[in-house]
């Protein structure tokens, strides 16, 4: 097994004596889960290894004979200014560690300071730093369009542009190692996304998911962090938590916004301190694996009515994604439909059904309080009763039915206030050339659902798109 080194830069330590950088980079493996740490014991060197990029942050010795901490410094902070440099002083030194401060240090801890300042100032760094390159990346995503691993997000069908920037925004977060808040009505494709993130990251052992609404807090924590044998009566065995099993992958906590305030606090302080303790046991066990959760509650609005800890909230929006409901991208609707139409014949051993050009209108005017969970229901229910030819409407009304709405009248794509009275009526070739256009936008730019919504066969909306394109190179 490949070890999944943490944080994806390195953390550099500088200091003449050997046995410091042994028992230091000992201590931010075992007490901070900081893997990824490499050792320089003669500053002249320093220089040269930053020139190779893979380093992040530095901790600088002030103490050092040829090439003292203090000139180390002004170098780095001149040549690589994006590298936050940890300045750590004897005590005889304050001084001049304030004075390091002043011409660009990031921070500085006295040597024998407790271990534990001194790792929580390193976590911090690399906190700050993990943000900052994710900032950048996210920035540079949305300029480009681009997406590195188009086919991870092959699952998720959709042709709206929000849903493309979601994309970019997941791959730009997916390495990192802070919590990812999904949020999203029920039925939009949280838990779709969250094994996305998954599959993207660095994480990608093994996916655990938990719901955890309705588990009381004794419960949570049983299931998060086990038990040792004995713990409380009827612990007979002991039992690993879920942290322990999800290793170095992903922990998905679904329906979070459900939480209970002493649950809360729990998974804060995991989050925070990146450690647990096992019921009934004094020794903690570190968390390797990387959380994501998801709701379909306001959380912000739970925040702010004191039903979710304000403190917990920040701290998992770091990456929040938030998946937009069915109803705002009304050119997913046709493309879904075929989607599943697809999915349920393979599955239900049936031949895809001819689907009346009604439907797609009926649908689309439709709010889907249920989101893509209850289009895929409707899909597959009708085509359980699937029989003829032609798919029948009727199941889907009558689903609609249930949820009390009323479809208009006369379903037509072409709607009243089309046209202003006071004004002179268009060209009819102009109507249809605008009609093509935009259903074929509606669409996602795919010809056969395109012809569907207007009610022509893809060979006819085909040749008009070639007679517009005609038209217009000669214009
Ligand atoms: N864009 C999509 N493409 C294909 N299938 C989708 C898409 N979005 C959702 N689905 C499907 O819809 C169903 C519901 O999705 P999912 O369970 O991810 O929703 P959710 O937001 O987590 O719901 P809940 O809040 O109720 O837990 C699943 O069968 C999922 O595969």
Redesign the pocket.
Known sequence: MIENLYPSFGVLLVDDEEAWLRSLSMTLGLSGGISNVMRCSDSRQVMGILERGEIGLVLLDLNMPNLSGEELLSHIVEQFPEIPVIIISGLNQVETAVECMKRGGFDFFVKTVEEERLVQGVQRAIRMIELQRENREIQSRFLSDRLDHPEVFA????VDPAMRSIFRYIEAVSKSSQPVLIT?E????????ARTIHRLSRHREKLVSINVAGLDDNVFSDTLFGHTRGAFTGADLPRRGMIELAADGTLFL?EIGDLSIPSQVKLLRLLQEGEYFPLGSDLPKRMNARVVV?T?RDLAGKQAGGQFRRDLYYRLCAHHVH?PPLRERPA?IPV?LE?FLEQAANELGKKKPTVPKELPVLLANYPFPGN??EL?SMVYDAMTLHESRMLSMDSFKRAMDKQGFRPPERVSPAGAGVFVPSEPLPPLHEIIDLLVLEALQRAGGNQSIAARLIGVSQPALSKRLKKLGTREDAE
């Open positions: 699952d998720i069908v959709t999203g029920s039925g939009v494709g949280k838990e779709l996304v679904d998801a379909h998946i997913d879904l989607h893509v969970r895929r």
